[in-house]
């Protein structure tokens, strides 16, 4: 072989085994340049108006969160499994009054990552898992989606796309209850002093005492004699 045709081969060799290693086409850092992860628990802290945080990857160069920590500059390296490692440094933001060393592994789908934030101030070290947001997920991303129901069936209030289907409206049915009291008549068992009902017994029975007009069953000259009747009766025997 021809000492020009060696130094060429030789080149191109060394071109391989420096380039990166990349299995199952492209690489775990391509692959998640820009993901997006939500945390299963509270990590940051901060302000934020998601219910969940989340770790935002822009172009495997920066990391920031939901919450308003970053963006700051991030490593993102793919290992010979086709996982990614990424490490970052965030500067005092949420709860940390120092800075935070953020480690943590992508699997090389980019459906999870795994890591650990560790702090000085105050000295902490939390492990905590994340899973890669997207729409279908069953899990709604404030950031991106109005709902996700998780399936892809049309016009069932969200749409596959995590868009309110069109035209959906959630109705709330109020009931109320009205209470109507009857006007007062002769034979509702209540005497009506205003309608100059003499008795109601609530029955339309005549001689029974009160009969079904309302009026006395004795006529006023013939009823007993009682207290009150401003008839001074002789004692009984």
Known sequence: MKTQEKTLLGIALAAVLTSPVCFGGASAAGACADGRFLISKEVFGGDTEFSRDAIVIEDSSRVRTAGGCGPVPAKVRTTRTGTARLVATFRPCGRFR??????????????????????????????FGATSSFCGDGIVDPAREACD?????????????????????????????????????????????????????????????????????????????????????????
């Open 98 to 127: 120092g800075k935070a060393r953020l480690k943590a592994v992508i699997s090389a789908d980019c459906g999870t990552m795994n890591g650990t934030l560790i702090s000085k101030r105050p000295r902490s070290k939390v492990s």
């Open 149 to 237: 129901d998780g399936n892809e069936t049309p016009s069932d209030g969200c749409e596959a796309g995590c868009s309110e289907t069109s035209g959906s409206t959630s109705t709330t049915t109020t009931t109320s209850t009205t209470t109507t009291t009857a006007p007062p008549r002769c034979g509702d068992g209540h005497l009506d002093f205003d309608s100059d009902e003499y008795c109601d017994d609530g029955n339309e029975i005549g001689g029974d005492g009160c009969e079904p007009d309302c009026t006395p069953s004795l006529p006023p000259d013939t009823c007993p004699p009682f207290c009150d009747d401003d008839t001074l009766q002789p004692p009984s025997s």
